[in-house]
């Protein structure tokens, strides 16, 4: 059980350039997103997924596609890459549970961006 | 947006000494979770709570939800090296949305 797994771990890229971040978990989560951390700013949420087909944006989205072809993978796209866009990236998922219901995430490992 | 407040940002302490964080908003949240996050890694769950008032422990760890559900606080006792890291309060709306502190980042001495 692998749990949340990303790659890559360290990527740079230069203004203007593509590329996607992949999220996989075995887990048989329904929920899933993307975050970014940035420092002194907390986690912040770009997109989520509720399920297979069903995505949805965040408090940050713009500059970013998801999609979510299966429960397992959950890819996040950069289409053209900015400088402000140098962060650390998590992956999480979760299931509800519990009474009342909470959202207890589990994380990956962080993919580390930098845009030059 | 709702903001979660930690204090404080930073926290250097020798170990076997006690501390407090806190984690506060002027908003209600239908829970809060405490998690710890070390270097090159993402963060890990340590508790949730639900209930105004409610208080969990977790071996030296003790987290408290306050009665308004609007702060809650972590407390250490006989902090150790081992407790060294990054601790992210997050507050869940009602449609489960997490809204995340900025962090307060500990350092245990030996």
């Known amino acids: 059980n692998a749990g949340v797994t990303q790659t890559p771990k360290f990527q740079v890229l230069k203004t203007g350039q593509s590329m996607t971040l992949q999220c996989a978990q075995d887990m048989n989560h329904e929920y899933m997103s993307w975050y970014r951390q940035d420092p002194g700013m907390g986690l912040r949420l770009i997109h989520y997924?509720?399920?297979?087909?069903?995505?949805d944006q965040g408090e940050v989205p713009n500059g970013y596609n998801v999609s979510r072809s299966t429960t397992e993978d959950f890819p996040l796209r950069l289409l053209s890459a900015a400088p402000s866009q140098t962060s650390v990236y998590f992956c999480?998922?979760?299931?509800?549970?519990?009474?009342?219901?909470?959202?207890?995430?589990?994380f990956g490992p962080g993919t580390r961006l930098t845009v030059t | 947006t709702q903001l979660l407040e930690q204090s404080p940002q930073f926290l250097s302490i020798q170990e076997g000494e006690n501390l407090t964080v806190y984690c506060n908003s002027s908003s209600v949240f239908s829970s809060l979770q405490w998690y710890r996050q070390e270097p090159g890694e993402g963060p890990v769950l340590l508790v949730t709570?639900?209930?105004g008032g409610e208080v969990k422990k977790l071996k030296r760890l003790t987290f408290q939800f306050g009665d308004a559900r609007k702060d809650s606080s972590l407390h250490i006792t006989a902090a150790q090296p081992g407790d060294t890291g990054l601790y992210l309060c997050?507050?869940?709306?009602?449609?489960?949305?997490?809204?995340w502190g900025a962090g307060t980042k500990l350092i245990i001495k030996p």
């Open positions: 999480a998922s979760s299931a509800r549970k519990g009474k009342p219901l909470v959202d207890e995430q589990y």
């Open positions: 997050a507050g869940a709306r009602s449609n489960y949305q997490l809204i």
């Open positions: 709570v639900v209930t």
């Open positions: 997924s509720v399920g297979a087909g069903i995505t």
